[in-house]
Structures are given as C-alpha cells and as structure tokens.
C-alpha cells in the first residue's frame, strides 16, 4: 500500500502495488495528454480516469549502488488531477531523520534529479523518495534504497593487451582501458623508437571506466622497428598514464597470403571446374593454381599467373580443365603465390570427384555441384507441392520427394554423410 498523507479535508488515492505499477499509471496519463474535466461532450472519447495524487520513484543511474562522488540521478514522476502545490524527491541518511528536498515542481511531469553522494562515506544507505502536493490531496512514494560505496579511482589508464611482436606491413591491435570518477579525454599514444610521442586515437568517456580496442600505425615501418605505446588519461579528478609496452615490427614469414578458395565438391569430365580464390600481396606477387590427381605425385601449374601488385588485394576465378581423367578420380587444386622476395605463400586444398558427362548429382537442385541449405528448402517446396516435381530431389530414391531427402541432403551438406550422395 502507498503511503498517503491527509491534507485539510480530502485524502489523496491509496494506491496499491509497486511503484513501477504507479510510473505505468503517470506514464499514460501524461501521454493522454491533460485532465479533460467534466464529462466530455456527446461522441467525444471520455476524459481520462480522475487520480488525486500519484507520485512515483521510476529508476536510478547508475543503479542502486553508486560510489561515493559519483552523481545519482533519480528519474520520477508525478501526477494529480488537481493543482500541484509543491512535488519533489527527498532523500536522507537511514540513520537520519530529516530529508534533504530536491526542486520544487508544480507541473503533472516525470523528471530528473541528481543527488551529489561525496558528502556520504562509504557504506552509507540513503532513502530516495518522491512526495507531492496538490489541490486535490498529497502523497508520497515507497522508499527506495541506495548503498553508497568506495569511490572510483581519480584516474586510471592500462593498456589491456598488445603484441609483443607485429608482422610488417601489420598494424598492431591493441586493447587499452581508461577510468576516471569524472568525464576523461583518453588517447592511446605511441612511439617510434627514439622519436617524437604520436597519438593513435582519442576518446572521450567517464565518469567510470571504458574499454577500447584501436590500431596502432605500425603497417608502414621496418622490419627490426621497435614501437612504445602507452595510454594518457585527462579529466577534473586526475590525470594519469600508463607505463608503456614495446611491440617489434619483425619480417614476415611470407609476403603473400591466400583466402577464401572454393571450389564445388564434383564436376563433370571433359570439361572444367572454376576455382575462385582471394589473394592479398605484401610485395609483388605472382601466382596461380596447382592440380594433381589424389593418388599423383606430379603437379601441374595453370599458366599464365596472375601479377598482384605491392599492398593490393585481388580476387580470381580460374578454370581448371577436367579432361583425359576417369570418372570417379579426385582431383587436389590450390593456388600458390611467388613473392619477388622468394618466399611464397599457399591455400587450402580442395577435393573435386570426377563425373561422368551428363550426369547431375542427387540433391544439387542448383547445379553448383555443391549440397547446401539452399538445396534443402528446393527439395522442401517440391515435397509440399509449390515447385514442381524434379527427380534430383528423390535423394533417397525412394520414389517420391519428402522431408526425408531435405534431411539426408542437409546432412551431407554439414559433412555428417558423403557427397556427392551414391
């Protein structure tokens, strides 16, 4: 039950429930819009329900636990059918006995207080409340509890992790923190050698602690380069830094790197399959694909190779000739980079069945020579009649298309059977 307060003759609502309950309340009555008095006119929506008094404690930043200097903000509400004299949040000591009042408001509103805690020692609980005044009766909200703890720190910088050692032509990933009990400027600052201090980024935050995760410029330095970073922390409460951490720039190991190569899992024979395949180049980098039969030792390089110039990324796609091979032969494709710097760079190797020429596979609905979830839903629409009827969807040839072959299809599509199925 709410608290009420009797005033002259009239008593404000006893108001039952919580106050997230009464907050709904005000909420809708505000976004209503104001009391519409006496009974509207004939045809009109009726006037609001009238209330006497609510008032309501909505909700607290940073919670119900603050440390000590760092600002409460008290979000409330109040409403009344009447004229509000005098509403306001009041707060106190639990070991007090008289509130201390925020401003006086005189309007049906929800509103924001802040409430300074650098006077409360830790351990300290305060009692937040708000109380209204109004033509129509007064009323008061339940007492909310808030625990003042330990201060923050005045000001704190680290840097969480950085690589001890970066690759050329790599810019260094690091994570670094910035605290401060007030608003900070925080940059990450870094060091060539013996040279001039530089700053990587700036951020801005507080008052609590933040978490960043930036690049240090290091893609353009030599090989042997050593690199100081460290963090720098200004605000009202302090300013602070950290030590710093060196990070070497070392050679690479290559000078090229292949990603992303795909190839489908069958193709047809007397004919070729496409292989596509991303290269970043560090130096200048020639490169192309390789293919061998699985059960060969003897590669065979696909001529002309490409040129990838200096700090460029490119895409390829590059057929591969099937003829001359048996059905049923697997054919092993990569692609392989030659650095002007002699060193060399590889992908991945795909498996790609032979088949014979004409011949589709079971469940490959969209020719891609692949099982996919794609496949799957195809199969699914014929099984419940939206496509028409395709009898590369009988995947388990049992003679009609059912939830049974998108089942054993999606399995050979995540590995758990063979593909192409038999």
């Not at 009420?4 to 006893?14: A, D, H, T």
């Not at 309340?25 to 006119?41: D, E, R």
């Not at 710097?341 to 609905?365: I, M, N, P, W």
Request: net charge negative; proline share 6%; with cysteine.
């Amino acid at each position: 039950m709410r608290y009420v307060i009797r005033s002259g003759r009239r008593s404000c609502e006893q108001f039952g429930g919580s106050d997230l309950a009464s907050s709904a309340i005000i909420l809708a009555i505000i976004l209503a819009g104001s009391w519409a008095g006496p009974a509207a006119a004939q045809g009109q929506p009726p006037p609001p329900p009238v209330f006497d008094c609510v008032t309501s404690v909505i909700g607290f930043d940073p919670g119900t636990s603050v440390p000590q200097g760092t600002p409460l903000v008290v979000t409330w509400a109040a409403y009344s059918s009447g004229v509000i004299t005098d509403a306001h949040l009041q707060w106190r000591r639990s070991t007090d006995t008289e509130w201390t009042a925020g401003p006086s408001r005189t309007t049906s509103n929800t509103f924001e207080d802040t409430i300074a805690t650098g006077a409360y020692t830790p351990g300290t609980i305060l009692i937040v409340q708000s109380i209204e005044y109004s033509t129509t009766g007064a009323c008061l909200s339940a007492e909310h509890q808030i625990t003042i703890t330990q201060p923050l720190p005045s000001c704190e910088a680290e840097i969480l992790d950085a690589p001890t050692t970066v690759p050329e032509y790599d810019d260094a990933a690091v994570q670094w923190r910035a605290m401060a009990n007030a608003s900070f400027t925080a940059r990450l600052k870094f060091r060539v050698g013996s040279g001039d201090p530089q700053t990587a980024v700036t951020r801005t935050g507080g008052p609590g602690s933040e978490t960043y995760n930036d690049q240090v410029p290091t893609g353009t330095l030599a090989a042997g380069t050593v690199v100081y970073v460290w963090v720098e922390v200004v605000s009202q409460s302090g300013n602070c830094s950290s030590p710093s951490d060196a990070i070497g720039v070392v050679e690479r190991s290559s000078y090229c790197s292949i990603q992303d190569i795909s190839a489908p899992v069958s193709a047809e024979v007397d004919a070729s399959v496409d292989v596509t395949y991303t290269v970043k180049a560090y130096r200048q980098t020639a490169v192309g694909l390789l293919y061998r039969l699985s059960d060969e030792v003897q590669e065979t390089e696909l001529l002309p190779k490409h040129i990838v110039p200096q700090g460029t990324t490119q895409q390829f796609t590059d057929s591969v000739p099937t003829t001359g091979y048996d059905v049923g032969a697997t054919l092993l494709i990569y692609a392989r980079g030659d650095a002007i710097d002699q060193t060399f760079c590889e992908s991945t190797v795909k498996s790609v069945t032979l088949r014979a020429a004409g011949t589709d596979l079971l469940g490959d609905l969209d020719g891609d020579g692949e099982a996919t979830v794609g496949d799957a839903i195809k199969i699914l629409r014929i099984a419940v009649g939206l496509d028409p009827y395709n009898p590369l969807a009988d995947v388990n040839q049992s003679g009609e298309v059912d939830v049974g072959d998108a089942i054993k299809l999606l399995r050979a599509a995540v590995g758990l059977d063979p593909w192409p199925i038999q």
